[in-house]
């Protein structure tokens, strides 16, 4: 009797006392019994709770399924049933409980009542809710954003894809979440075309540094053959443990700004040969020529490394034009410079159109015997050359004289000493019947070197 007794005043306490509420609901709904949790979670007495049937108390969208669920225990379809529901609080809001539902029945099996327990989950479907906005929102923000964005897992699966990276990549996100971040079908590339070691990709480089990635460009084929060049930015995701779960990557697609960079830098490559060379023979210019020579002057002053330089100038080439035209005059200039342009492939000059029918060639580290040779060579050359020039009082053909002069730089001589010295050779070598080769104070004509007066 005493065990009975121990058992009862158990139970009442644990009916009393739950943390969740307990109800004994009778075959037609009504609340038989209720324990103090359940009145709380409600907001009704237990008084007010007799009056009413769960359906009373059930929100309208969840009462088809409350009914049928409790039909099916009601017939014995089921032992128990377990649902989520919304109830409606005295105060008008809603409750979400997680219902348990078990019949007590007597020995034909008829249902005598019904044991309910009620699990409020209200804040944890809050919490779910929340989560649920918090994932939509980010994937409205991931679905609009300008760049492109994978997920990767650890292993370099992609997990997902945005759709400005199926537009970028040409491909649908059911192919792309296929691959691997290096599948080979990506061709993945430097802007210049070299293959990219796996060791070097950004996804490789985040797995190892756990260090993000930022504006890793290169290119890629798209699906539908086009190579585009792209900007990547990885960065690893980790969970509240700091253990690391997955790398993130935006991709940008940059061809257009990489093509006008690339056409931007050819026509400033343009602009600059077109502002250090002559446009008629294609030469460096008067401009290059100076700049080139200072160059020079300061790379090699006190170094006792010899500087050379060849002037040289078109004798009676007046009488030319006037005789053949400017065009033909033109014509004559861009032969002669593309025949000594020949001769110095290779070496290390600077051809230079110095004024007019005047040239010039910068021959840095050539000795005197050096500048020598090389300038009887092109003297040479011209003579085979034979351009018809009836007018001139030289020669029958087209005639140049040549100066040079040779200086070791340093602190006390400068650029313009060589040129004013070149140019006082080739001077001497006009004075002394042209078609020569003058050098300092020395002049050879056909050859035979003599010495000026």
């Known amino acids: 009797m005493n065990e009975k007794v121990d058992r009862s005043i158990l139970f009442e306490q644990v009916f009393q006392f739950s943390s969740m509420g307990i109800a004994l609901i009778s075959n037609e709904g009504y609340f038989l019994?209720?324990?103090?949790?359940?009145?709380?979670?409600?907001?009704?007495s237990e008084t007010e709770l007799k009056e009413k049937t769960f359906i009373d108390l059930t929100y309208v969208e969840d009462l088809h399924n409350s009914i049928d669920r409790?039909?099916?225990?009601?017939?014995?379809?089921?032992?128990?049933?377990?649902?989520?529901?919304?109830?409606i609080h005295k105060n008008s809001m809603l409750i979400n409980c997680l219902l348990n539902v078990s019949a007590v029945r007597d020995d034909a099996g008829k249902p005598l009542y019904f044991i309910s327990q009620f699990q409020d989950i209200s804040d944890?479907?809050?919490?779910?809710?929340?989560?649920?906005?918090?994932?939509?929102?980010?994937?409205?923000?991931?679905?609009?954003?300008?760049?492109?964005?994978?997920?990767f897992d650890l292993q370099g699966n992609i997990s997902y894809a945005n759709k400005m990276a199926e537009e970028i990549l040409e491909i649908?996100?059911?192919?792309?979440?296929?691959?691997?971040?290096?599948?080979?079908?990506?061709?993945?590339?430097?802007?210049?075309?070299?293959?990219?070691?796996?060791?070097?990709?950004p996804f490789s480089i985040v797995m190892k540094t756990k260090e993000p990635v930022k504006d890793f460009v290169h290119a890629i084929e798209s699906g539908s053959g086009t190579r585009k060049v792209?900007?990547?930015?990885?960065s690893p995701l980790f969970d509240h443990t700091g253990t690391m779960t997955a790398v993130l990557c935006s991709l940008v697609n940059i061809t257009e700004k990489k093509q006008t960079e690339y056409e931007l830098i050819e026509a400033n490559k343009l602009l600059k040969k077109l502002s250090e060379h002559d446009g008629l023979t294609g030469v460096a210019n008067r401009r290059y020529f100076d700049e080139q020579l200072k160059n020079?002057?300061?790379?090699?002053?006190?170094?006792?490394?010899?500087?050379?330089?060849?002037?040289?100038?078109?004798?009676?080439?007046?009488?030319?034009?006037?005789?053949?035209?400017?065009q033909a005059g033109d014509d004559c200039l861009k032969t002669i410079t593309k025949i000594i342009g020949k001769e110095l492939v290779g070496l290390d000059a600077v051809f230079a159109r110095y004024g007019g029918e005047e040239f010039s060639v910068i021959l840095p580290g050539y000795s005197h015997d050096m500048a020598s040779d090389l300038t009887k060579k092109i003297h040479g050359k011209m003579q085979?050359?034979?351009?018809?020039?009836?007018?001139?009082?030289?020669?029958?053909?087209?005639?140049?004289?040549?100066?040079?002069?040779?200086?070791?730089p340093d602190s006390s001589?400068?650029?313009?000493?060589?040129?004013?010295?070149?140019?006082?050779?080739?001077?001497?070598a006009k004075q002394n019947g042209r078609n020569t080769i003058a050098y300092h104070d020395i002049i050879t004509v056909e050859g035979k070197f003599s010495t000026l007066n």
């Open 413 to 428: 001589n400068s650029p313009s000493d060589l040129i004013k010295q070149a140019d006082l050779a080739m001077y001497s």
């Open 296 to 326: 020079y002057w300061v790379e090699y002053s006190n170094r006792n490394i010899p500087v050379s330089l060849i002037m040289l100038d078109l004798d009676y080439f007046k009488l030319y034009n006037d005789e053949y035209g400017h």
């Open 230 to 234: 792209l900007s990547i930015n990885n």
């Open 172 to 201: 649908n996100r059911a192919e792309i979440v296929s691959r691997k971040m290096d599948t080979p079908e990506w061709k993945l590339r430097t802007v210049e075309g070299k293959a990219i070691p796996r060791e070097e990709l």
């Open 70 to 87: 409790f039909r099916q225990l009601v017939n014995d379809e089921v032992s128990y049933y377990q649902v989520e529901k919304r109830y």
């Open 384 to 408: 085979q050359l034979k351009i018809v020039h009836a007018k001139s009082p030289v020669c029958s053909h087209v005639t140049l004289s040549f100066g040079f002069s040779t200086i070791n």
């Open 33 to 44: 019994l209720t324990n103090p949790m359940l009145t709380e979670m409600l907001g009704y």
């Open 124 to 151: 944890q479907k809050l919490y779910e809710h929340q989560l649920k906005e918090s994932e939509e929102q980010l994937t409205e923000i991931l679905e609009t954003m300008p760049n492109g964005v994978l997920m």
